[in-house]
Nanobody, 124 residues
Framework: QVQLVESGGGLAQPGESLRLSCAAS????????MSWARQAPGKGLEWVAA????????YYVDSVKGRFTISRDNAKNTLYLQMNNLKSEDTALYYC?????????????????WGQGTQVTVSS
C-alpha cells in the first residue's frame, strides 16, 4: 500500500534551517509529481512547493521563494524540502502529497495520498 512518511520537523528559531524528508513506498515514485503543503492553526491548506516527476520543474508559493528548495531523489524514493531563513509565519503542519500525474497540478483533488504531517514551529 502507498505510504508517505514525513520527518525532520521540529522547533527552530527565526533565521534557522530545517530539512523535511518524505519517504515514499508502495508506488512508482519516479512517475508522479510530489508536493509539500502546509496548514497553520486556524488557516486553510496552502501549497508550499511542488516538483515534477522527473524533477525538471518546480513550483513555490511566493512567500517561500528564495528560502525553500524542493528536491527529490527518485533512486531513494524520497522527497525533500530544505527550509532556510525560517520565519514565524512558516509555523505549520507540513504534509507531503502524491500527485496523480507526472506534472504539477495545484488542486487538492489531483492528489491521492497524503502523509501524516510533520510539525514545524518557528519561535524565538
Amino acid at each position: 500500500q502507498v505510504q508517505l512518511v514525513e520527518s525532520g520537523g521540529g522547533l527552530a528559531q527565526p533565521g534557522e534551517s530545517l530539512r523535511l524528508s518524505c519517504a515514499a513506498s508502495g508506488f512508482t515514485f519516479s512517475s508522479y509529481a510530489m508536493s509539500w503543503a502546509r496548514q497553520a492553526p486556524g488557516k486553510g491548506l496552502e501549497w508550499v512547493a511542488a516538483v515534477y516527476a522527473d524533477g525538471s520543474d518546480t513550483y513555490y508559493v511566493d512567500s517561500v521563494k528564495g528560502r525553500f528548495t524542493i528536491s527529490r531523489d527518485n533512486a531513494k524514493n524520497t522527497l525533500y524540502l530544505q527550509m532556510n531563513n525560517l520565519k514565524s509565519e512558516d509555523t505549520a503542519l507540513y504534509y507531503c502529497a502524491k500527485g496523480k500525474h507526472p506534472i504539477i497540478v495545484l488542486n487538492k483533488s489531483e492528489y491521492d495520498y497524503w502523509g501524516q504531517g510533520t510539525q514545524v514551529t518557528v519561535s524565538s
